[in-house]
T-cell receptor
Framework: GENVEQHPSTLSVQEGDSAVIKCTYS??????FPWYKQELGKGPQLIID?????GEKKDQRIAVTLNKTAKHFSLHITETQPEDSAVYFC???????????????FGKGTHLIIQP | DSGVTQTPKHLITATGQRVTLRCSPR?????VYWYQQSLDQGLQFLIQ???????AKGNILERFSAQQFPDLHSELNLSSLELGDSALYFC?????????????FGSGTQLSVL
């Protein structure tokens, strides 16, 4: 089955700096990669996703890049703000198996801390 | 606010007991997923229901069961509780987006087994 590794487990950056979270996956059939943000006391919330036919996707201060050959994808947050402090999860899915979310494999999460 | 409602927010109980967690999906969503989140295991898929029927099963223990009712709300029943069952339990509803589903998570139920 799919295995998703996520690094680092904790990341502390100064407010205004950039943050990068990296994930690797094992199943070359995976073709959909969402990222979730979980704030304290809340459930994970989808913030951005990318398909394997796209190398990069951007939404304001967040971007995701995908390297299919190396089987890794990354979340980039620029100009970090205090409200970016949260736990971020990457995930991978092979949609050929039906596309159901039961096929999602999550990384273990990265606790991002924005230092004022 | 995701539109998915979970109750209760917190639950404290003793080993050997049985509890029921409740979830109401977003209006119009037919699918409900249950997840367990612990520090060492991360987010683990337990079970999925779609329009009242079980659709997919993940790493759900035999002591755990779930059901989805005609009004589409779902309940997760955890019995013979052990200390290791202490975790955050999330439900999510989903919407089809092309060839995959997008999940909308509730705020979770924090279960503490003492």
């Amino acid at each position: 089955g799919e295995n998703v590794e996520q690094h680092p487990s904790t990341l502390s950056v100064q407010e205004g700096d950039s943050a990068v979270i990296k994930c690797t996956y094992s199943d070359s059939a995976s073709n959909y990669f969402p990222w979730y943000k979980q704030e304290l006391g809340k459930g994970p919330q989808l913030i951005i996703d990318i398909r394997s036919n796209v190398g990069e996707k951007k939404d304001q201060r967040i971007a995701v890049t995908l390297n299919k050959t190396a089987k890794h994808f990354s979340l980039h947050i620029t100009e970090t703000q205090p409200e970016d402090s949260a736990v971020y999860f990457c995930a991978a899915l092979a949609t050929h198996s039906g596309g159901g979310a039961d096929g999602l494999t999550f990384g273990k999460g990265t606790h991002l801390i924005i230092q004022p | 606010d995701s539109g998915v409602t979970q109750t209760p927010k917190h639950l404290i109980t003793a080993t050997g007991q049985r509890v029921t967690l409740r979830c109401s999906p977003r209006s119009g969503d037919l699918s409900v997923y249950w997840y367990q989140q612990s520090l060492d295991q991360g987010l683990q898929f337990l079970i999925q229901y779609y329009n009242g029927e079980e659709r997919a099963k993940g790493n759900i223990l035999e002591r755990f069961s779930a059901q989805q009712f005609p009004d589409l709300h779902s309940e997760l029943n955890l019995s013979s509780l052990e200390l290791g069952d202490s975790a955050l339990y999330f439900c999510a509803s989903s919407v089809v987006a092309g060839d995959h589903e997008k999940l909308f998570f509730g705020s979770g139920t924090q279960l503490s087994v003492l």
